[in-house]
């Protein structure tokens, strides 16, 4: 991350500092906001808690001084005990899937990796794509529409598109749901999408 210095940006970070702190003091969160950088779209903030306040307090408050702001991204994340604001004021636009498959990032993770997984991006905006083979355990967990069928859908769509069908043999069961229908047919799988949970059981 680039320090911001006699940019233009700088000024426009200094302001947005200010209305960020403002707006979390309306909910009796304390914070002051002690340096920044930018990335291409977003600003990094770097976060120090005042007073009494606790991080609890700063991300229970976060959506609303998001809304109350209009910001399209306002998130946190911790490195080295340390607290991260990342913060942007106009949409953020992301490559869609199919371009990074045929983006040179992944086709260098291909070559490095036994099971590249396109993950998605993190909250500076780096492309994060990991080797599926050494993580021999994954949970996917979180709210409705939070995006763990999205997920889901990339890490198939990662592993047929860098596999041949003859070094990856994928059995799929989508009880209740549609979610994996899209994979149907796919020269990957050992037999249809199963729906039926005493199929599912026998195979």
Known sequence: MENIIDSSLEINAWELSQRIEKAFRRYKVNIEITDCWKAPDR????????GETREMQLLARLSDVQLRLKLPLLQ???QDFIIYMVV???EIKYDHLPL???GSQYTDACKK????????FDAIGRLIIVDLSKMPHLLVAGATNLGKT???QALIASVIYSKRPSRVNLILIDVGASDLLPFEGVPHLSCPV???RN?????
């Open 100 to 102: 990074i498959l045929q």
């Open 199 to 203: 199929k599912a059981c026998q195979v």
């Open 194 to 196: 199963i729906r039926d």
């Open 113 to 120: 990796m036994l099971l590249p997984y396109v993950v998605g």
């Open 76 to 78: 946190t994340f911790k």
């Open 88 to 90: 942007s004021n106009q």
């Open 150 to 152: 999205v997920g889901l």
């Open 43 to 50: 600003v990094v903030f770097k976060v120090k808690l005042k």
